[in-house]
């Protein structure tokens, strides 16, 4: 959700990259909660966060406190910055009853997102 959402409020401003502690697909309520307001996220990934060690990575943002915790460390320079928000994952379930977790992270995010633009 995160790079659909800097990619739509930040144009080509900077380069995004999703990856994950855990990669894997991204989940359909994540795409269908992002196609509510107009984002198509559904050909996305989450890479392993180790292939972008070394590479010049400038900013690193977390967005749940595990990804902090498990998160390998980048060089000296790369700014780090961490955002403690809900992670909405309860499984692979598509019942809707979760749906209201995934726009709560979703509007988390975007909040933050929409401040890290103005500062950066």
């Not at 269908?32 to 590479?55: K, L, N, R």
Request: charged residues 25%; hydrophobic residues 35%; glycine residues 6%.
């Amino acid at each position: 959700m995160a790079e659909g959402l800097l990619r739509h409020l930040a144009g080509d401003h900077f380069e995004v990259f999703s990856a994950g502690t855990h990669p894997s697909h991204v989940h359909p309520m994540s795409i269908s909660i992002m196609t509510e307001i107009g984002i198509d996220i559904s050909h996305h990934t989450s890479d392993d966060i180790d292939q972008y060690i070394g590479q010049g990575i400038d900013i690193v943002i977390t967005v749940c406190d595990s990804a902090k915790e498990l998160c390998p460390t980048f060089p000296e320079g790369t700014e780090n910055i961490h955002w403690s928000i809900p992670d909405p994952f309860t499984g692979w379930s598509d019942d809707e009853r979760f749906l209201a977790n995934y726009r709560s992270c979703r509007d988390l995010i975007k909040e933050h997102l929409e401040e890290f633009i103005k500062n950066h």
